[in-house]
T-cell receptor, first 113, second 115 residues
Framework: GENVEQHPSTLSVQEGDSAVIKCTYS??????FPWYKQELGKRPQLIID?????GEKKDQRIAVTLNKTAKHFSLHITETQPEDSAVYFCAASIRGATNKLIFGTGTLLAVQP | SAVISQKPSRDICQRGTSLTIQCQVD?????MFWYRQQPGQSLTLIAT?????????ESGFVIDKFPISRPNLTFSTLTVSNMSPEDSSIYLCSGVGQANTGELFFGEGSRLTVL
């Protein structure tokens, strides 16, 4: 089955700096790669996703890149703000088949003001 | 989008007892899943809840321990049976919306503490 690895496990940046979180997946059939943000005590919420037919997607300060050949994808947050502090999870699934999401281990991002 | 409600939001349970978590969705979802999130950990998929039939369990999870029902498109239950302290966790219900974009919506979670 699918296995998703994520790193780093913790990341501390200064406000205004960029943050990058990386994930690798094992199942070449996976075709959908979302990123979720989970604030303390809250439910995970989707912040951006990318499908396997696209190499990059951007939404304001966040972007995701996908390298299908290497089976890895990354989340990029620019101009970080204190409210970006949270745990971020990457995930992978086979959309259109099982649709079940397998999550990475998570990255605790701390943005220092 | 889909709004997913769970209850109870939290509970403290005694070892050896069972607890059923209910999950209600405000609109139809194509697929529903149950996840477990242990403190400070990632989300681990327990099973896919199949409407009107037995759930599909992931490796390491069995029906006797985590029986799941899904009688219709908007409701599902997860029972944690014969609980032990190792079952202390947050249990999250989730669903893929009818638009089937792949986006997974989550309930607020049910935090169980087993003494």
């Amino acid at each position: 089955g699918e296995n998703v690895e994520q790193h780093p496990s913790t990341l501390s940046v200064q406000e205004g700096d960029s943050a990058v979180i990386k994930c690798t997946y094992s199942d070449s059939a996976s075709n959908y790669f979302p990123w979720y943000k989970q604030e303390l005590g809250k439910r995970p919420q989707l912040i951006i996703d990318i499908r396997s037919n696209v190499g990059e997607k951007k939404d304001q300060r966040i972007a995701v890149t996908l390298n299908k050949t290497a089976k890895h994808f990354s989340l990029h947050i620019t101009e970080t703000q204190p409210e970006d502090s949270a745990v971020y999870f990457c995930a992978a699934s086979i959309r259109g088949a099982t649709n079940k999401l397998i999550f990475g281990t998570g990255t605790l991002l701390a943005v220092q003001p | 989008s889909a709004v997913i409600s769970q209850k109870p939001s939290r509970d403290i349970c005694q070892r050896g007892t069972s607890l059923t978590i209910q999950c209600q969705v405000d609109s139809q979802v194509t697929m529903m899943f149950w996840y477990r999130q242990q403190p400070g950990q990632s989300l681990t998929l327990i099973a896919t809840a199949n409407q009107g039939s037995e759930a599909t369990y992931e490796s390491g999870f069995v029906i006797d321990k985590f029986p799941i029902s899904r009688p219709n498109l908007t409701f599902s239950t997860l029972t944690v049976s014969n609980m032990s302290p190792e079952d202390s966790s947050i249990y999250l219900c989730s669903g893929v919306g009818q638009a089937n974009t792949g986006e997974l919506f989550f309930g607020e979670g049910s935090r169980l503490t087993v003494l």
